[in-house]
């Protein structure tokens, strides 16, 4: 009897344990699917966007003229030089130099996932990156070619390019004209768009991201950051003054005051406003900023967090947040980083 006894207390035991771990694994459960609705409010997977379907072969085309220095006054560089594939879609300099050796005044921004922001450039003058792929081309700082004519008449001698562009625009008199040239370019750029480790969270795999991942994207949205950047680009669709609560340039240390948006329109009330970039492969993307001052990840998070949010986070928060953003990296296959030429 007293054995029954022992045996049905230890049964009790084993059972009440092992509600006790289903209890304490549903309760764990239920909190990352908090976490994961919540995040589902501000941000958006890849899977969500409706991708036009493009011509393979205006891809095609878009990608040599890409890689192409024909495309730049002296052939001294391409869009591929400052945009480079093989480092995520920047060249990981302060400012980039152009065909002639010259700095361009602003930051290179990565090309990657460009296509799913509303506008283009740090001031947003371009509304896609169609139209933002010719501002380079013309600008004498950058590709230095002195005008549209000139352009086209260098490609219009290419045979590659009197059959791509003649199998493309098949309907057009010309088909090589500068539109045209910006057009396919821009083609191209809409195909780079890879998926991350935080798209998987995003569609239910709560498991693509680790805890601390976790806890930093939860901070993230806490302290403020997705005021600004949401939405499937983490940015991109608006427009922020830089130093809302503090002078930039106090923190970044900037060797010039860049007045923004103000340089376009004059207007007082848009002095230090700037696009609000993408987050997508932010960590493989330093130097930081519209000028390039910042070259440090976790200073950059700091700094967001003065200058914009008016608090100071600490070094487990900067680990945290630095931790998630590592999850919105992302590569390209290697076939579609490597030049066609």
Known sequence: M??????????????????????TTDVNSNEKSELLSKASTYFKSLSTVEFEKLDPKKVELGKYLYFDTRLSGEGNISCNSCHDLNT????????SPGDDGSLGARNSPTVLHASLHSMQFWD????????????????PV??????????????????????LFAQVYKDEKQPISFGNITNAIGAFERTLNPESRFDKFLDGDEKALTAQEQKGLETFMSVGCITCHNGVALGGQMFQKFGVYKNYWELTESEKIDNGLYDLTKEEVQKYLFKVPGLRNVTNTAPYFHDGSVSDLKQAIEIMGIVQNNITLDAQQLDDIAAFLGSLSSDLPDSVKKSPF
Do not use: T
């Open 2 to 23: 007293f054995k029954k006894v022992v045996l049905l207390a230890v049964l009790m035991s084993f059972v009440a344990c092992k509600n006790e771990k289903e209890k």
């Open 124 to 139: 947003g003058r371009a509304k896609d990156v169609e139209e933002q792929a010719g501002g380079p081309i013309l600008n």
């Open 142 to 163: 950058e590709h230095n070619i002195k005008n549209e004519k000139e352009l086209e008449e260098r490609i219009q001698k290419i045979d590659l390019y009197k059959d």
């Open 88 to 95: 995520f879609g920047v060249d990981n300099k302060r400012l």
